[in-house]
């Protein structure tokens, strides 16, 4: 259905004058019918002709009457120029007839004309507002001149309907004015409506759409504001822990017991903190947000691995010049004494003794060569190609391959509780992670129980709702004091290790946004490796940004 340009016209403020000005009339009306009935005002209204006075008293009250419900219940289109001023002449009509019956001018009843006029300039913005001036001011000169004339009412006179007449054209200038200048003001307001409102609409995606978590509370502790990367941060996404506006800040008690710490204490900073053993470290800030006494607070949750990447890139930068140089100084060297041991074996070839010893130094020539291509690795570690993978089918591909190129007569099992497991990561950098997981879980497994085994579970963490890789083994385990340091490089508990394998899988795994966790055995379960993978979405997004 199209909308008239006449009703496109009308504003809010011309809507709301409408409105006002038909329960006006319907009030109006029904005051003038009680007066009449009710002997008070006998003696103004309807003493030249009550009959007439009575009719059209009763035919405009029941017509504002039914106009006022018509509006209430909702069936009145008040938009409609042409229908407005349809009723505002009708309003100049019943008034004339009204003070016809009364008297003429004498009655009062003219000066009600007045607000008819005011009413039409507020309205309309067009001419339409002049014309009712003009018609109200030629209904009052016909009523004089019909009654002084042709019905010979010698009190009758020209003059104060003329005045009149002037007074209602002055009333229909200025409150055209007064309108002209009410709807510049509703269009600027308007325009600032909408452009705040887009504003807040621009603030508010942009806050859903940060990286860094962000939450606002009020003095009580009641989360007036939280983001999706506070909700996934918090691992509160699709658990009965559910965060969102109006929840307690207790709902996630760690970011409570900070919160309240920095109440007490506001210049001492949080330590960061785990949702869950799976879970990233998050480091929490906290201002407040408004200097009144029912301030707020936001509070600023940042995945401590963001910051851990700048530095490692600062660090790998410096340190991939100096194990550059090093590892070219040790090698050449490192080569020429593998090969002497080499020469040297081959002519004490009667000697044991000697091909022992030379056996020695071949042993540990290639072990220290092989701790310069993990610091050389490392060094040289590209940016991540990162994509999509289907987990539990990319998994299977690589142990096959695994299997291939292993030495050991090794056994892998595959498990997992939702098939439909979509990861990001680096193909090559992924393999190699597990490449080293798989490897140590085998010559553990083989030193303690005699079994190269080892089970991969992919499954979704219930708290964080993040992917995850879970790797078992038939090793001894690692204790609670060992775990400390299984991260750290150079740190090994074999004989043959070089300690640099799982610190360059946890390094990769932080290039890709994920985690790598040792989880200690307890209830006497088996320890295990944990990959917490990052959110699909958040990651390809993380990684779109650097």
């Given at each position: ?20 000005y038909?329960?006006y ?12 009935y009710?002997?008070?005002a006998r ?23 039914l106009?006022?419900?018509l509006l209430?219940i ?42 008819t006029?005011?009413a039409?300039?507020?309205v309309?913005t ?5 014309l ?6 030629i209904l ?7 009654s ?32 002209q ?15 705040s ?6 603030n ?21 504001l ?5 909700v ?8 009965d ?26 210049w001492?900073?949080m ?17 407040n947000?408004e200097?009144?006494?029912?301030k ?27 194990t ?20 040297l ?21 290639q ?29 299977n ?22 098939p ?16 080293n ?28 709702q ?32 070089s ?5 360059l ?16 055995a307890?209830n ?23």
């Open positions: 259905m199209q909308t008239s340009k006449s009703a496109v016209d009308l504003g809010l403020l011309a809507q709301g004058t409408t409105k006002v038909i329960f009339r319907c009030a109006l009306a029904l005051v003038l019918l009680a007066l009449y009710s002997g008070a003696h103004i209204f309807g003493i030249d002709n009550p009959q007439l006075y009575q009719l059209t008293a009763i035919g405009y009250a029941s017509a504002t009457t106009t006022a419900a209430l909702g069936h009145r289109d008040t938009g409609n120029s042409l229908l407005l001023f349809s009723q505002f002449l009708l309003d100049l009509i019943v008034l004339t007839l009204l003070m016809h019956s009364s008297g003429g001018l004498s009655s009062g009843l003219g000066l009600l004309m007045l607000i006029v005011a039409s300039s507020l309309f067009n001419q339409l507002a002049l009712t001036a003009a018609l109200a001011s009052l000169l016909t009523e004089e001149l019909i002084a004339y042709l019905l010979n009412d010698n009190s009758r006179t020209i003059f104060p309907a003329g005045l009149l007449g002037v007074v209602l054209f002055l009333t229909a200038a200025l409150f055209r004015i007064l309108n200048r009410l709807r510049q003001s509703e269009a600027i307001a308007l325009r600032e409506s909408d452009q409102l887009h504003l807040q609409d621009l508010q995606l942009i806050i859903q759409r940060m990286l860094t978590g962000i939450v606002v509370v009020d003095t009580s502790g009641k989360i007036e939280i983001n999706n990367a506070a996934e941060l918090l691992g509160a996404e699709k658990t822990m559910a965060l969102n506006s109006g929840t307690s800040l207790r709902a996630s008690p760690l970011l409570q017991k900070g919160y309240e710490a920095w109440l007490n204490k506001p001492q900073k330590s960061a903190f785990k949702v869950s053993e799976s879970s990233t470290e998050i480091q929490a800030k906290f201002a947000l200097r009144s006494e029912n707020s607070t936001i509070i600023f949750l940042e995945d401590t691995r963001i910051a851990a990447q700048n530095a490692q890139r600062l660090k790998l930068a410096s340190l991939g010049r100096l550059g140089s090093i590892a070219h100084e040790i090698r050449n060297p490192l080569g020429a004494i593998s090969h002497a041991a080499q020469l074996a081959e002519e004490q070839d009667g000697a044991s003794s000697s091909k022992r010893l030379s056996e020695i130094i071949i042993k540990h020539t072990r220290l060569n092989q701790v310069i291509e993990n610091v050389s690795q490392l060094s040289r570690r590209k940016a991540p190609d990162a994509q999509n993978l289907h987990l539990e089918s990319w998994l591909n690589f142990i096959e391959d695994y299997r291939l190129s292993s030495p050991n007569d090794s056994t892998i099992e595959v498990a997992t509780d939702k439909a497991t979509i990861i990001v990561f680096d193909t090559s950098q992924l393999h190699q992670v597990l490449t997981l798989l490897e140590n879980a085998h010559r553990h497994g083989l030193e303690y129980s005699s079994q190269a085994w080892a089970k991969c579970l992919c499954h979704i963490d219930p708290l964080t993040r992917p995850c890789l879970d790797l078992f083994d038939r090793g001894p385990g690692i204790t609670t004091e060992q775990v400390a340091h299984i991260f750290e490089p150079f740190y090994t508990t074999s004989h043959t290790g300690g640099l394998g799982l610190y899988a946890r390094e990769l795994c932080e290039i890709n946004f994920a985690t790598l966790d040792y989880h200690v307890e006497a379960k088996p320890g295990f490796f944990r990959i917490g993978f990052a959110h699909p979405e958040q990651a390809q997004q993380r990684l779109h940004n650097d």
